[in-house]
């Protein structure tokens, strides 16, 4: 499935999105997009991936043959309760969400969010997420404002050893 969007710039951009091939081009430039957001140090703990950690459904952004953006979960059942849901529910976690510096706020995120909200929703009720961002407000627009996510949990820490 592919989708074209014509995104507003000062430059005409012309953005692809499709399910992954995990080719190996696809497979080093995954890698590499995920290198690239360790050393942006935006979120807390993150390494970069390896070929196993790359997961189906996964879809990508891609511009001029060059993939911008990526996003990738799996499906899991509860193994305790959360809040409303019992155990055994069956859910859909979103493991990352990627998109290169220059193309955020854009749109870019959000279309890969909607394409794996749309794949999950074929077999289960429940998206979930957890995310180590650093910038918590970014993190509430995008998931809960703009993509209708409830915000159901926080974990604050505070390193007493600075």
Not at 148 to 157: P, T
Request: aromatic letters at 12%; one cysteine or more; charged letters at 30%.
């Amino acid at each position: 499935m592919e989708v074209q969007v014509l995104l507003a710039t000062p430059k005409k951009i012309m953005i692809t999105y499709q399910k992954a091939q995990f080719d190996e081009k696809a497979i080093a430039r995954l890698i590499e997009l995920s290198k690239q957001w360790v050393d942006e140090d935006s979120c807390f703990g993150v390494i970069a991936n390896t070929k196993e950690d790359l997961k189906e459904p996964c879809f990508v952004a891609i511009e001029n043959d060059l993939i911008i953006g990526y996003v990738f979960g799996h499906f899991y059942e509860l193994e305790k309760k959360v809040a409303y849901l019992e155990i055994g529910t069956k859910c859909f976690e979103v493991d990352e969400l990627y998109v290169v510096p220059e193309y955020r706020s854009k749109g870019v995120g959000a279309k890969l969010f909607s394409l794996i909200e749309n794949e999950a929703k074929k077999e289960v009720n429940y998206l979930t997420l957890a995310t180590p961002n650093k910038d918590y407000k970014q993190i509430l627009k995008f998931y809960a404002e703009k993509n209708e996510m409830v915000f159901h949990s926080a974990l604050l820490f505070k390193d007493l050893n600075k």
